[in-house]
């Protein structure tokens, strides 16, 4: 019996998830990282794995930021947003979950023993719950409360 490629086979069946819970960023991601895997394409794991976090934030926050530059969000509308309790609460809100972020950052690069669980809560809370997958990166700074690193 040939080795049991256990990595491809947790894709495998992060792709199956994907496809059962139509979540078609798990559904993506999973079949193009099997098929990254299982082709040539693998002399490029580096390559994701150094650059592919901030060419995904990057990514996010131009769809966060799409409706300001379209015009959908009016300018008279942001400067308004430092005048409701609700906007300054959002303000404070995005404030510390961007800390998060970072904290989440710091301990994913020191401590990358937790990766993998912080992974598989992500990843089933996206398939299972129909999140998106932004919460590693939360998680870990949330984590990161919990055991004292920053």
């Not at 976090?53 to 926050?61: A, D, S």
């Not at 598989?120 to 004292?148: H, K, N």
Request: charged share 5%; glycine share 12%.
């Amino acid at each position: 019996m040939p080795n049991l490629d256990l990595n491809l086979l947790v894709l495998l069946v992060l792709l199956a998830c994907g496809i059962f819970s139509h979540n078609s960023a798990v559904t993506i991601a999973a079949g193009v990282l099997i098929v990254f895997k299982i082709t040539p394409l693998s002399e490029f794991f580096p390559l994701l794995q150094q650059h592919g976090l901030n060419i995904g934030i990057v990514i996010l926050t131009i769809g966060v930021l799409t409706p300001i530059a379209s015009g959908k969000i009016p300018g008279e509308v942001i400067l308004k947003s430092f005048l409701s309790w609700k906007s300054l609460l959002a303000i404070a809100i995005g404030l510390f979950v961007a800390w998060l972020g970072g904290r989440g950052v710091k301990l994913m690069t020191h401590q990358p023993n937790v990766v993998a669980g912080l992974l598989i809560g992500t990843v089933a809370g996206v398939a299972l719950l129909r999140g998106v997958p932004v919460g590693p990166l939360i998680a870990a700074g949330v984590l990161s409360l919990f055991i004292g690193q920053s």
